[in-house]
């Protein structure tokens, strides 16, 4: 089933302080749909202006507004009352994320499952977070009081527009902070339609808002700006870095969640349906713009040449199309940036290394950022398209010859977001879990993901953790109450 009928133009604001504002500046930007290169939207550039209000608000909302009084459940029962919205309103906000981002309107779908699920977890955690009684001598108490981190800038990616933001804000309302949120340029929409029901759902003016602009405006406003305590990122590791130095000015909390180049290692008793599935699923699940996309396929040399005829047969039959198609298993790319950025890549892909399948543009399309699934083999470790993250559907499949090998090719790498290894033996699988520097490791799966938990990454993939209650201690401080209960003078002067 396809949907063909054209949807209207729509213009958004930024939300400030409860309200909906145009920007200081009057710019707009458009917003598009990437399988037709049209302009879906026009959104309200946040000039640095804009950001100093929105942060100005979420520093009051936290320092003097009501929200200071709420309650722990209070906060839990706002987060429940999210996660009902966004049930409600599925079928609009999984099609305006597959029309804005180009993925499958299926994937869409588990997406905005998860975005429920995500405030549902934490409005069930906001509760529970309690401090601790300390072993200090019997002549005094010392406790903890877990308390909110402030004004949390939040500032986000294109690959999961909702979820995304879900990550960031669910943990952030629990905790009692307030927040400015800044989605990535290409894909506002889905955020501000969930800050319509903001008011409704009891969020005071302040404690959530969202402002949009290209990242070097709005984000680095948002990062540099000395009323915000803590910076959240999801992005390329090139602004991560960016980030981290502008936020030393102002000593900010920082979280980092950055891209990958991440492992999928398949050694040769992998059970052979599930690999084949899992190395293609690993790669080109959300088009393979994913941070933890299992970009590296490393494939034992005993069934090497197999498996990559097996990869290359099954990815033939990857369902390019519209987004909104329900059989569609691969959808555009992004932006017009991506494709260029993702086809570029193509072009070095087939200097270093040979070309299983793909490799340009898919051509059925007249219109839209559509890029082959594409299959690189007898890819050096040492080849760009090994090393630096395409963050399209770009396979690089590289042979081992036995698990030392396997691991040492795994962690040769400046990433360290996720792996994933492929055996049917226990003993190899979690040798093997152990030895790769990564904060996730999937045996004989890639890619689920579950709020329960913790997402993050080691070395060049960022610090912190989301999801889970490691995603809210990270907007949680910590503060020692020591109580002396002797009456008698300290006696020291
Ligand atoms: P991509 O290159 O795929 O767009 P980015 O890391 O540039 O990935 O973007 C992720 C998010 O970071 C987006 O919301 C973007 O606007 C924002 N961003 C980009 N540059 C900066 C910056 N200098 N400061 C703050 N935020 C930024
Ligand atoms: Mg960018």
Known sequence: MSTTAKPTVKSYQNYINGQWVASSSGETFPVYDPSTEEVIAHVASATAA??????????????????????????????????????????????????????????????LADVATCFEYYGGLANKVTGHVNPVPANALSFTLREPMGVAAQIIPWNFPLLMAAWKL????????????????????????????????????????????????????????????????????????????????????????????SPNVFFADADWEAAVDGALFGVFINQGEVCSAGSRVLVEKKIYTKFVEAMTE?????????????????????????????????????????TAIGGGRAKAFAKGYYVEPTIFYDVQNSARIAREEIFGPVASVIPFENEAEAIRISNDTPYGLAAAVWTRDIYKAFRVVKSIRAGIVWVNHMQPTYVEAPWGGYKQSGFGRELGPWGLEEYLETKQVFVNLDETPIGWY
């Open 314 to 354: 099954k990815a033939k039959r990857i369902k390019l199309g519209p987004p909104l198609d329900r059989d569609t298993k691969m959808g555009p790319l992004v932006s017009k940036e991506q494709y260029d950025r993702v086809t570029s890549y193509l072009e070095i892909g087939k200097k270093e290394a040979k």
């Open 170 to 261: 669910a943990p952030a309302i629990a905790a009692g902070c307030t927040c400015v949120l800044k989605p990535a340029e290409q894909t506002p929409l889905t955020a501000m339609e969930l800050a319509n029901w903001f008011e409704e759902v009891g969020l005071p003016p302040g404690v959530v808002n969202v402002v949009n602009g290209v990242g070097e405006v709005t984000g680095a406003a948002l990062v540099a700006h000395p009323g915000v305590d803590k910076v959240a990122f999801t992005g390329s590791a090139a602004v991560g870095k960016i980030i981290v130095k502008s936020a030393a000015d102002t000593l900010k909390r920082v979280t980092l969640e950055l891209g990958g180049k």
């Open 50 to 111: 804009d950001v100093d209000i929105a942060v100005k608000a979420a520093r009051a909302a936290f320092d003097s507004g009501p929200w200071a009084q709420t309650t722990a459940q209070d906060r839990g029962r706002i987060l429940f009352k999210i996660a009902d919205k966004i049930r409600q309103n599925t079928a609009m906000l999984a099609e305006l994320e597959a029309r804005n981002c180009g993925k499958p309107i299926v994937e869409a779908e588990y997406d």
